[in-house]
C-alpha cells in the first residue's frame, strides 16, 4: 500500500521514495502488525530501518555482536550437553568432580553472555560498513542505537556514525578491513562523524491497523543518516 | 500460515538465535539439577515418594529434599537407598546400625513405618543388611503433595508431551523483551 505523502517539508531534492528497493519489498509483503503490541511495532520498527540501511542506503550488516552472542550460547550449551551425557556414562560418585566444573562453567558462560548484552551490546540495533570498491575512500560505518520505554509509543533511534579512519584518529577507531589507501592523509576531509537522533513515535510510521508506512521510514533514515555528514548513495 | 512463512523469510543467525534461546532453558534446568545433585552430594537430590509405607510421616506425592553427609546414617534417621538391579529406590527408617569391628563397614537394617515387618523381605535374596554404598541420601526435609504432578506426569505420558511441546511452541514463537 503505497501513500503518497505530501512534502511537509522543504527538501533539496524532492526524492519518490516509493520506488526504493525497499519500499518495493513492502509492496509484495507489506508489514501489518498489532497496533496495541508497543514491542512488535518495536521490532517491526527495527527490521524496517534495518532494511532501508541495507537495500537502499547500501550497508553491509556487522555480525559481531550476534556472532560473540551466539558463540558464548553454543558454548554454554556444549558444556551442558557434555555434563548431561558424562553423568549418564559414569555413574555419580565419580562424576561429581567433572559435574562440578562443568555447572562452574555453564553459569560463568551465561552471566558473560548477560553481561555482554547488557553493557557492550547496549541497545544497538544494527552496525554497518560501507566500503569504497576502489579502496581510495575511507569505510563508511554507522551504527544505530534504539531505546524504547516499555509501555510508551515513542521510539528513539540514534545514528552515529563512526569517524572515518584518518592517521591520527587510527589508534582509536577499529576498522573492519585494512583499506589501503593511495595518496596523503585525507583529501576527502568532509567525513566526519555525526550523531543524529531521531525521536518519533510509533504513530508516525503506523496507521491504525497496524500498517508500516515504508516510505516515512525510508525518508527518515536517509535524513538521519545525511545528518551524519554521510552521502546517500 | 503466516507465522511458517515468517519463519521462512528470516535470516539464519535469527533461527539460529531462536535455538540458542531454545537450548539455554533446556540446558539451564538441566543445569541447575545436576548443580544441587553436587552440592547435595546425591544423585537424585529431590524425590517423589510413591507408597504409603512411611505414613503418617510422609504421604504418597511428597517431595523429599536429600542430601548425603559425609557422617554415618544413625538410628532413627530416614534414608533412601537403592537395591542392586532395582532402579526404584525405597525411603524407609534405619532400624539397627552395625560397625564391623575388623573394617569398619556399616550394616543397616531398614523399615517402612507403616510396614509391619523390617525391610528383610524387601532386600535382595539373601542379603540381610544395607550398607552406606546403597543409600542415595537422607532426608532433611520434605513439601506435601508438590510431587502429585510429577506421578499424574508419569502414570500420563501424554500430558508430559503436551506440557513439553506447549514450552517449546513459547519459547520458538516469542520474541524475548
Known sequence: MSVRNKQTVVEETVVDYSKSPSCLDYVTTPVIVNSSNATDMKYALDDAFKKVLIQD??????????????????AAVAFSAYASVYSYVVPFPECKLILLGCVIAYFTLNS??????????KNVVFQGVRKDPLGIEYDERISLRVTHEPFAANYTAVFESVAAPSRVAKANVPTISSVKRKGGLNAKAGKQSGVVTLTKSFGDYFDVEGRLAPEVVARHVAASVSGCGMKLE | MDVVRNLAR?????????????CLIVSSALMIWKGLSVVT????PIVVVLSESMEPAFARGDLLFLSLPTAPLAIGDICVYKLAGKD???V?????????????????????????TDDRALYNPGQMWIKQEDVV???????PYVGMVTIILNDYPKFKYLALSVMGMFALFSKEE
Open chain 1, 57 to 74: 542506503l547500501k550497508f553491509t550488516e556487522i555480525h559481531t555482536h550476534t556472532d560473540t552472542r551466539l558463540l558464548i550460547g553454543f
Open chain 1, 112 to 121: 558473560i553472555l548477560m553481561l555482554y548484552a547488557t553493557f557492550v551490546e
Open chain 2, 10 to 22: 528470516q535470516p539464519i543467525r535469527r533461527h539460529l538465535q531462536q535455538f540458542m534461546n531454545f
Open chain 2, 41 to 44: 552430594n546425591s544423585e537424585s
Open chain 2, 88 to 90: 526404584i529406590p525405597i
Open chain 2, 92 to 116: 524407609h527408617r534405619v532400624l539397627e546400625l552395625h560397625q564391623d569391628a575388623t573394617d569398619g563397614t556399616q550394616y543397616m537394617l531398614t523399615k517402612g513405618d507403616n510396614n509391619p
Open chain 2, 137 to 143: 541420601g537422607k532426608v532433611q526435609g520434605f513439601v
